[in-house]
């Protein structure tokens, strides 16, 4: 069962998972000596991103122990203003002291399909096991409910073996890379942050599907053995029935 943590605004729903993120990282390096988090693009998780790399995070926690991944990539080059990894350098990298070593970034520069595969064995090695099984995935939607890179109607929902593809996304003109739906729902942990209130019909569509209704993207997330959490407003939760709110 998702559990929804919903705040009055943007800025609450980004500090409250901030201590989200520090507390599940504190954890893992304190018990695993590491902590690998997959970062969503976008525009919401960049407030989010600044609060980790500001006081009191940005001196408290043990960045030594992250290893970063990206859950989906534009193809761009690194510097380009669509990049999600530079958003994360800007908001997040820039800010704190991670081993460039432990900073994997999605290649968007190269060719799409190389860069899928070349991500796949960054991740096989990085967790020496088939599917890796990350402590952390950050996530977001889109209005349409695709989630990282997967867009409703794509062939790359339907994937059951790669972790990581790259494909034509045709009503964006444009390639991306992304995790695959076996991979996120391997994850320990999965968060979703979505603070705009032009999500609420959406979302009620992802955490409360009509029965019959076709599963968008976001809804197929449903880690086999790991937990959900929905860091909301109360303008995107405007429209969930009010017992899903009360697990807040
Ligand atoms: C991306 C993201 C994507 C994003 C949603 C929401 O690369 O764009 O991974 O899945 O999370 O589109 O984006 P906003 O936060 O900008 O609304």
Known sequence: MPELHV???????AQAAASFVVDLADKSVFTEGRFSIALSGGTTPRRLYEILAS??????TAWDGWHIFWGDER????GHNDSNFRMAREALLDGVSIP????HRMRGEVAPEKAADKYEVVLRDAFKTPTPSFDLILLGIGEDGHT????????ALEEES?????YWVRHLE???ITFTIPLINAAKTVAFLVTE???AGVLKQVLEPKPGSSMLPATLVRPKAGSVHWFLTSGAANQLQSEAMGKN
Do not use: I, M, N
Not at 55 to 60: C, D, G
């Open 197 to 199: 209130q032009s999500k």
């Open 162 to 166: 790669r972790l990581v593809v790259a």
């Open 75 to 78: 193809c761009v080059p690194p």
């Open 7 to 13: 705040l009055p605004t943007p800025e609450e729903v």
């Open 174 to 176: 444009a390639y991306r």
């Open 55 to 60: 006081s009191p995070h940005a001196e408290r």
């Open 100 to 103: 460039p070593s432990q900073v």
């Open 148 to 155: 990282a890179s997967l867009f409703p109607g794509t062939l």
